[in-house]
């Protein structure tokens, strides 16, 4: 089954307050962009907000292409997880209320990405 991967604080902030879910993304020996689907539950202004950051952040890189796709409410989202999760076509990262995120965890969607925010040549730091 794919597999998603949490986000820690920093992917945090941008949802104020909401888990995050994402998948490890293979990195591609091309020039070509890796696409990267995102779900959210992001309407009206809040939606119109994350477009923004999504727009910026494809325009401030030529690796990925975030394709946002909002799913409407937090459990339409929610479910559509679940059933992704069964038929194995979940996104690339997906928004997700912080209540969710044990129960993903329990289902064995989700895992930490701390070997990678917290060790190697990419890790946070306090400076950064």
Known sequence: MKKVSFFGMAALS??????VVSSVLPMTASAA???VVLWDAMTGPY????????????NSQS???VVRQSQG???????????????RTLPDISQATYTQVPDYQKDG??????NYMLHGKNKI????
């Not at 730091?125 to 950064?128: I, L, P």
């Open 14 to 19: 941008l949802f104020a307050g909401q888990a």
């Open 125 to 128: 730091s306090k400076n950064s």
């Open 47 to 58: 939606g119109k907000s994350l477009d923004n950051i999504v727009n910026q952040f494809n």
């Open 33 to 35: 962009r890796t696409k």
């Open 73 to 87: 409410s937090y459990a339409t989202l929610n479910q559509k997880i679940m059933a992704a999760a069964k038929s």
């Open 63 to 65: 690796k990925y292409t």
């Open 109 to 114: 969607i989700v895992s930490s990405l701390d």
